[in-house]
């Protein structure tokens, strides 16, 4: 695939998001300037370190939502993960570092996954081969599965046999029977592995997802693998089969190489929640490992080596986005050092009735579109009217400006009400049609509304 320019990037994200056109254009550069730099001669390339971003902005405005399709689109190893997951080194749960090793079992996975899709076609020929063993039964002397002979020189007569020896010519048409799908509903019984590590759900549960891997690694080989026959049907068979062939012909070796390397050259990883670990009062209570977790961050961001189980990892290039909505606390509560560290700083803004208007009905996921969507499923056909989806628009504005500004999740919350009714006896109305209009949105809502109490509640 070739890389995205910052043009074509932004598009993408406008097939999802609206607005925010600041954001976007930040995250298109970095994840361009990406490319760039792998393009630069390599005794340069090691100095341009990656401008890190931070995403400021209300909630419900976008800034997760701008990462996710980011990642979509990202053709490196990408991590979303929330700063308030972590705590300082010493204490239990997450240390901050765990997130590189997140970010290099992803890699891994996504390598392994790409060397799959290459040895697919080879590991499904294997498979073939080894059901028509399973099919045809064998003598004595085993056939190589991979030989194809003549129908004449496998008829040679064996004495004394009480089952003939199966031809070539047998074994080409139940290959042809096979590709064919007139097997598909034949079962045979395949012997499955599966490792069965006791206790591990124990570790696990204390928090220290490191220790879960580890001990999955020390055991690994200490308890046998146990193998359980199952029966399958053929096509099924075929594909278990072709897995099992796929991991013997992938060099995992090399696939753990190249892993390291492209997390280091290009992993991206976005700091959900950035000011969730911001604050200056650290005197007391949950707040003590905020800046602490803030000084763990620091050599992460700034580049640093982490141990993984891949080996080591250099962080120096890895690019880090964060976001955060910075209510209580502003960008200047996070510790200087690490302020400095995010040079790049864009506003998302908060959201206008206008902008609702289109959140409803342009992206490729809208909320208008997911309902007609579930509701055709019960063969029912819901379509909005304009004055509607300018009734619904108009509500959530108002709503957000008299309870709490929650921005697009209100869509949401009134979608829901807007549609409980319909929701609720779509199954005795098929082959209906459901039309919603303005008259129809404020029926619905217009009560909800003048109760102050009732619109905290319910919307
Ligand atoms: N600009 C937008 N365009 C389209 N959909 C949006 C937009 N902003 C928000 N949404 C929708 O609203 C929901 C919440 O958005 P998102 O998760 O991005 O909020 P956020 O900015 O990360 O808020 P928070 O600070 O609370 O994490 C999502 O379902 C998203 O699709
Ligand atoms: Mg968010």
Known sequence: ????????????????????????????????????????AEDLRDEIAPKNIIMIGPTGVGKTEIARRLAKLAQSPFLKIE???????????????????????????????????????KALEIAEERILDMLIPQTPQRRQPAQKKTADDAEVPEPAQQEPQPSASTREKMRQWLRDGKLDEKEIELETTQQNIPMVEIFSASGIEEMDINIKDMFGNIFPKKTRKRKVKIPEALQIIAREEAQKLIDMDMVTKLAVERVEQSGIIFLDEIDKIASRDQSHGPDV???????????????????????MVKTDHILFIASGAFYVSKPSDLIPELQGRFPIRVELSSLTKEDFIRILTEPQ???????????????????????????????????NERTENIGARRLHTIMEKLLEDYSFEAPEMKGKKIVIDAQYVAQKMDGLLKDEDLSRYIL
């Open 1 to 40: 695939m070739k890389p995205l320019s910052p043009r074509e990037i932004v598009a993408e994200l406008d097939k999802f998001i609206i607005g925010q056109n600041n954001a976007k254009r930040a995250v298109a550069i970095a994840l361009r300037n990406r490319w760039r730099r792998q393009q630069v």
């Open 365 to 399: 996921n809208a909320l208008l579109k997911q309902n007609i969507a579930l509701m055709a499923t019960e063969d029912i056909k819901l379509t909005f009217k304009d004055d509607a989806v300018e009734k619904i628009a108009e509500i959530a504005t108002s709503v």
């Open 83 to 121: 700063a308030s997951k972590f705590t300082e080194v010493g204490y239990v749960g997450r240390d901050v570092e765990s997130m590189i090793r997140d970010l290099t079992e992803l890699a891994v996975n996504q390598i392994k996954a790409e060397e799959a899709e290459k040895v697919k076609a």
């Open 289 to 311: 490992s905020r800046e602490g977790v803030q000084r763990d961050l620091l050599p992460i961001v700034e580049g640093s080596t982490v141990t993984t189980k891949y080996g």
